[in-house]
């Protein structure tokens, strides 16, 4: 099975800060990383597929990059509503791993 | 709009079974794949299962092969999960999600969970 490992788990950010998650996985998985943004009791919401290619409906804030084993989410300006949890999934091959997530709090 | 609505979730005893069933609409349900993935109670994301559109491809999480069984109906527009032996670790919030289409694409669409607690 292909483990995905994010850094970091938790991070403390201000408003308009520049954020950076990064998810490694245990092998070459191409392009096929998603990112996903959790809220509290809600469902997650896709953000980001294929490493780089931004979901509709998505700000265009967030970014991501990388192929093979490493790969980025950014968040170019933090906003009040982009507090919460992100997630990696690998799309590349079952069992459809999700990295561990990323908690983003206000500082 | 697509909607996916669970149901069946509910506290049962280690040892016995519950089938959870999500009816999909806003989409032509019978052109995608299908999953489940649950979320244990302040824990992270764990996919469970997939289902391809004409139920010829079928994958499990190694922790529940041999106790669920994923299905789905596609002139009912449903999809399921037979739980059967569940275990206290099985307790979780259980999403039913779309994939964006066929092939190695990630969920687009989740439903608003339903909470299977097993617990004697």
């Known amino acids: 099975d292909i483990q995905l490992t994010q850094s970091p788990s938790f991070l403390s950010a201000s408003v308009g800060d520049r954020v950076t998650i990064t998810c490694r996985a245990s092998q070459g998985i191409s392009s096929y990383l998603a990112w996903y943004q959790q809220k509290p009791g809600k469902a997650p919401k896709l953000l980001i597929y294929a490493a780089s290619t931004l979901q509709s409906g998505v700000p265009s804030r967030f970014s991501g990059s990388g192929s093979g084993t490493e790969f980025t989410l950014t968040i170019s300006s933090l906003q009040p509503e982009d507090f919460a949890t992100y997630y990696c999934q690998q799309v590349n091959s079952y069992p459809r791993t999700f990295g561990q997530g990323t908690k983003v709090e206000i500082k | 709009e697509v909607q996916l609505v669970e149901s069946g979730g509910g506290l049962v005893k280690p040892g016995e079974s519950l089938r959870l069933s999500c009816a999909a609409s806003?989409?032509?349900?019978?052109?995608?794949?299908m999953n489940w993935v649950r979320q244990a109670p302040e824990k992270g994301l764990e996919w469970v299962s997939s289902i391809s559109s004409s139920s010829s491809y079928i994958d499990y999480v190694d922790s529940v092969k041999g106790r669920f069984t994923i299905s789905r109906g596609n002139a009912k527009n449903s999809l399921y999960l037979q739980m059967n032996s569940l275990r206290a670790e099985d307790t979780a919030v259980y999403y039913c999600?779309?994939?964006?289409?066929?092939?190695?694409?990630?969920?687009?669409?989740w439903g608003q969970g339903t909470l299977v607690t097993v617990s004697s």
């Open positions: 806003g989409f032509t349900f019978s052109s995608y794949k």
């Open positions: 999600a779309r994939d964006v289409r066929e092939g190695r694409f990630p969920i687009d669409y």
